[in-house]
């Protein structure tokens, strides 16, 4: 996985458009992003994803791997802010998972 590196964001109006201004650092590092486009995921009250779309498969399996690594920091913070809301994983949750996935074909 690449260096990560963080970026100051600035609140921008654009025309007619809320936005942010991203620091000219960002182009000079990724200047292939530059004129990209894509959406955002909303996570939380004060946390969101950028996913930009791009033609390159490196990028995507990178991106797939950072969003996973994302989804899992979030899902343990929660579980440390909120323990009461933890279940123990259960034999029968696992045979219904079992149940559920048994026809399912991934691809590999």
Known sequence: ???????????AKI???????????FSKDYPHLVNSSGYIEVLSENTFLVRLDTDNDDDLEE???LMMSLFLDFL???????????VPY??????EMDELL???VLDS
């Open 76 to 86: 343990m913070k929660d579980a440390m802010k909120n323990p009461s809301k933890l």
């Open 102 to 104: 048994a026809d399912v």
């Open 63 to 65: 991106s797939d791997a």
């Open 1 to 11: 996985m690449a260096h990560k590196k963080i970026y100051s964001i600035a609140y």
């Open 15 to 25: 025309g007619s458009q809320d936005g942010f201004r991203l620091p000219r650092a």
């Open 90 to 95: 259960t034999k029968e949750m696992s045979d």
